[in-house]
């Protein structure tokens, strides 16, 4: 049902409901659910059993009052067909078939604006994802997240939000002088298993890659910054540091480009110590009262804000805790005016939600308790001709998302990049998935992604043997639309703007998944059960109608997750 009927309803119970409550002083808000057994109705209320005893009536009895009263009202004869009390008091609505049908209308008008809302309209938010250290190509973690931001990002921006995406790069630190060591070791000659070999070194074949281009003297550029031009000398780490840093950004791009992920704006973590935002963040926690001095370190008394021991900030032999930075960081996302940000990142990062939270509590600008909000994704595990993948030989330690995408395409970039991305949101986030490269690969109902995109072909291939013009179709008399298969359809088509509205407010683009797997299971049994192009004029335009409608829902929701909707296959 469409929100603005569900409305309309609940005006309805509001209306019956006025003679009864008159000078009680009771305001009841109504709330309309959808009946656990689909033979009970449309929509269910229990608004007759929580005023009952207010009132002092007999839930039964009120029940019939309120049921009276709607089914007299003229303005529900469109909406309502019947209602009956059941149990205690429960209300039980059947909506009216002419109701259910004008969706298809609805859907046909909005295009590909059918779902979208203005709900947050002059709201900013800022979704920060993948953010991976340039040490190396990007994992299938990275692939989880990037799925999941990407997803979640649409969902808001279909919410009306003003979204930005962000990719925080962590190019500070103590990884970033191990990759520097690895380049310059491979460059020297040595490789993985020699005794020169550096114990904590990257033991992937990009490292040799980027060393045989800086000894070569290559210029490389990633997706923004300056670029960097090698040297050629193996002494000079000061110029393999940033030249490998900005070799493996570029890489990431790549990566990224090959799975449709944009960012409108990447944040080096370098620049928060160059700009000085790390050393004022320390400052303002020391002002405020909130670190003390012990064993030679500085501690944030990260205990006030709910932690389970307080966290050092700054150790004994000066170096910053990694959760000190990332404070300083969302200390500039509140002050560029995101009063919503959402991090998507892998569960090992569970620990550090407290302290920064705690960080951002203690440093006084009134930033709210629970900022920034946490999306936290579980592990992926590969599968591939029946085998667990666990390691890629150009990263040398895990699979990279280009891998996935590759095997799960057999080649083809663009198919592969459907399937990873559709798996990767068809579970809860905090939920370990199992990626099976076999089963990408089928061309049966086993693969979700396949199931999904045929329900759109199907549809594609059914419009192709009408004669007539589609657009003529807007018009057409819904009324034959009866038969149990097209009513399912009707309510899955409508029930698609609440699903995208209840997945961005739970974070959860998963749902988006969950919904196009039904719509095209019950697009498939409507195929099966009856035939659209039949003798009767009458119904054969309707169905036809039917059949716009339900291609342009699976093409919106396809988009939304970044996945193709192909008219053949």
Known sequence: MLASQKQEIAALFQAALAPVLDGTGITPSVVLERPRDPSHGDIACNIAMQLAKQLKMNPRELAQKIVTALLENPAGKALVDSADIAGPGFINLRVAACAKQSVVKTILADGQAFGRSDAGAG??????????????????GHGRQAALGDALAALFDAQGYAVTREFYYNDAGVQIATLANSVQARARGFKPGDAEWPESAYNGDYIADIATDFLAGKTVSASDGLPATASGKVEDLDSIRPFAVTYLRNEQDIDLQAFGVKFDNYYLESSLYADGKVDKAVEALIKAGKTYEQDGALWLRTTDYGDDKDRVMRK??????????????????????????????????????????????????????????????????????????????????????????????DGDIAKGRDAVRFFLISRKADTEFVFDVDI??????ENPVYYVQYAHARICRMLEQFTGEIASLA???????????????????AAYPETLARAQTELGPHQVAFYLRDLAANLHSFYFAERVLVDDEALKLARLALMVATRQVLRNGLALIGVSAPEKM
């Open 123 to 140: 709201k900013k938010v800022i979704l920060e994802f993948v953010s991976a250290n340039p040490t190396g190509p990007l994992h299938v």
């Open 316 to 409: 004994s032999e000066g170096g910053f805790t990694y959760f000190v930075p990332d404070v300083a960081y969302h200390i500039v996302k509140w002050q560029r005016g995101f009063t919503q940000a959402i991090n998507i990142q892998g569960s090992d990062h569970h620990g550090t939600i407290a302290r920064v939270r705690a960080g951002l509590q203690a440093v006084g600008l009134d930033i709210p308790q629970g900022y920034p909000d946490y999306v936290l994704h579980k592990m992926v595990t590969v599968m591939k001709n029946g085998e667990e993948v666990k390691i890629s030989k150009r990263a040398g330690s895990y699979v990279t998302v280009r891998d996935l995408i590759e095997w799960s395409g």
């Open 440 to 445: 990408a690969l089928k061309t049966s109902d």
């Open 475 to 493: 018009d057409v008399d819904l009324a034959p639309l009866t038969a149990p298969t097209e009513m399912t359809l009707l309510a899955t088509l």
